[in-house]
Nanobody, 117 residues
Framework: QVDLVESGGGLVQPGGSLTLTCTASEMKIMATTMGWYRQAPGKQREPVGTILSGGTAYYPPSVKGRFTITRDNAKKTMYLQMGDLKPDDTAVYYC???????????WGQGTQVTVSS
């Protein structure tokens, strides 16, 4: 069974920064496309960004220029560096892996990020 475990969530003030980590249980996951999603209370889950196995990342307009996704395949880890955080960034953040078409095969359990003064 493949597991993805997120960590690094917490409370941060507006304008602050936070880095989330997603660690995979199996190396085979690092050969796949991975991504980050978030879900705020009462809202649908939305993409935060996607990173290909080679390291190229793509972002939606809502976070482009503020968030950066990287991966260290040797450590079986993906990172989400978040900067200039806003209250609207408050959500549970999930990592995903194994993209096939428009379906992700693996999901983590999520980590809460709260942006508040």
């Amino acid at each position: 069974q493949v597991d993805l475990v997120e960590s690094g969530g917490g409370l941060v003030q507006p304008g602050g920064s936070l880095t989330l980590t997603c660690t995979a249980s199996e190396m085979k996951i690092m050969a796949t496309t991975m991504g980050w999603y978030r879900q705020a209370p009462g809202k649908q889950r939305e993409p935060v960004g996607t990173i290909l196995s080679g390291g190229t990342a793509y972002y939606p307009p809502s976070v482009k220029g503020r968030f950066t996704i990287t991966r260290d395949n040797a450590k079986k880890t993906m990172y989400l560096q978040m900067g200039d955080l806003k209250p609207d960034d408050t959500a549970v953040y999930y990592c995903a892996a194994g993209l096939s078409g428009d379906t992700w095969r693996y999901w983590g359990q999520g980590t809460q990020v709260t942006v508040s003064s």
